[in-house]
């Protein structure tokens, strides 16, 4: 089993900056892929940005050029550095990894943008 426990949502001004972490325990040694994915009230959730164990990464159109996703492997956790924040980046934010066992998410964090 893996437990996915993220920290660092809160209210942001438009403009505004954000580091939201994803801190994995457990079951951790073969976790291949973890990938932030999005909420926003009364839409789907869709994927942000991931990152391999290798640390090839992708993301979604919206946040290229303002976010950032990263590893520390010491420290397994997963970190998603958010710049130029919109209001329209206003969501709950899932970490979720995956591992031959299965895929894992985490309990989410809130993140709000807004004057």
């Known amino acids: 089993q893996v437990q996915l426990v993220e920290s660092g949502g809160g209210l942001v001004q438009p403009g505004g900056s954000l580091r939201l972490s994803c801190a994995a325990s457990g079951s951790i040694f073969g976790i291949y892929y973890t990938a932030w994915y999005r909420q926003a009230p009364g839409k789907r959730r869709d994927l942000v940005a991931g990152i391999t164990n290798i640390g090839l990464t992708n993301y979604a159109d919206s946040v290229k050029g303002r976010f950032t996703i990263s590893r520390d492997n010491a420290k397994n956790t997963v970190y998603l550095q958010m710049n130029s924040l919109k209001p329209e980046d206003t969501g709950v934010y899932y970490c979720?990894?995956?591992?031959?066992?299965?895929?894992?998410w985490g309990q989410g964090t809130q993140v709000i943008v807004s004057s």
């Open positions: 979720k990894s995956v591992a031959p066992a299965g895929a894992y």
